[in-house]
């Protein structure tokens, strides 16, 4: 059974940083384009940050670009985003989620697996 699971939210002030991850078990990690979304409330899910297989290519949404590093380790199975300089507006539940296409950038193709998601909260 496949599992994705997200963890390192959390309540942070503007300015701050925090480091999610995303552990992978039940699956071969490495073949899979992995990806950060996420979901404010009220609002539809967006995507964050995305990450090739082999972590040489990354891509991010214009709203996080220069904020945020995504990266993997897949001899643990595990990506991690690293948030910097959070603002508000960075709130949400952020979710990670496993993908079989082949180019990276294209975000909006199917995913194969989705974790549960972690609560990101920024006070201004």
């Known amino acids: 059974q496949v599992r994705l699971a997200e963890s390192g939210g959390g309540l942070v002030q503007a300015g701050g940083s925090l480091r999610l991850s995303c552990a992978a078990s039940?699956?071969?990690?490495?073949?899979?384009?992995m990806d950060w979304f996420r979901q404010a409330p009220g609002k539809e899910r967006e995507f964050v940050a995305a990450i090739s297989r082999n972590g040489g290519t990354t891509y991010y949404a214009d709203s996080v670009k220069g904020r945020f590093t995504v990266s993997r380790d897949n001899a643990k199975n595990t990506m991690y985003l690293q948030m910097n300089s959070l603002k508000p507006e960075d709130t949400a539940v952020y979710y990670c989620?496993?993908?079989?296409?082949?180019?990276?950038?294209?975000?909006?193709?199917?995913?194969?697996?989705w974790g549960q998601g972690t609560q990101v909260t920024v006070s201004s």
């Open positions: 989620a496993a993908s079989g296409r082949l180019r990276v950038s294209s975000t909006e193709e199917y995913h194969n697996y």
């Open positions: 039940g699956c071969t990690f490495s073949s899979y384009v």
